[in-house]
């Protein structure tokens, strides 16, 4: 097998582009693929948050920002909050905490639910929104639901709010960083979208 490096300057396009299938699937209410999609576009973002030395220009430097990884580094998990705490530490007071709880909902289809795990006895439920899931569970406070959410408000605002926060913008990227042909699905009661 030939050697490979890791191109850590596409994995902010990569993730985008998985950002936009799973939105495209959430439209199609193909739920398993679109939690999918929408957590590994998370996964990769803050793993490459992780590797980048500081924001690209315009945005200045980060103050109090911890030594970036090397891709060799960079942790092997899928787990969204370990990934959180890690980018929390790397990028001290990054405004980004209102997000917490979206992060840790995301990881939920991954932890026991990558394959349809289901619970043994008790339902499944699929919220839209997080709202949606607190009542759920506050309807049946003895826990043997399973409630996953896949908040597509909350996605479009996470997603939006990491490119904002790495400098990526659609003028830095150019226009194949947005999406192409999908460009419609990206737009669709997106109210955070880059136009």
Known sequence: MKDRRELVSEWPEIA??????????RH?????????????????MLKFLLVLEKPWPPVPPWPGRARPLTPAEVPHTHDLMEL???????WPGNHLAAHTNF??????????????????????????????????????PSGNQDVLVLDMERLDAFSHALLDFAGISRTLRGSKFM????????????QHAIR
Not at 103 to 111: F, S, T
Request: proline letters at 2%.
């Open 16 to 25: 985008f582009q998985y950002y936009v299938l799973a939105r495209a699937a």
């Open 179 to 190: 999406v192409k042909d999908c460009r419609e699905f990206y737009e669709a009661a997106n």
């Open 28 to 44: 199609c209410d193909y739920w398993y693929p679109a939690a999918s999609c929408a957590h590994f576009a998370v996964e990769l």
């Open 84 to 90: 959180w705490s890690r980018f929390d530490a790397a």
């Open 103 to 140: 992060v840790k909902e995301l990881n939920r289809w991954d932890v026991g639910m990558r394959y349809a795990e289901l619970f043994a006895s008790g339902p499944t439920v699929f919220c839209r929104t997080i709202e949606d899931a607190e009542v759920v569970r506050a309807a049946n």
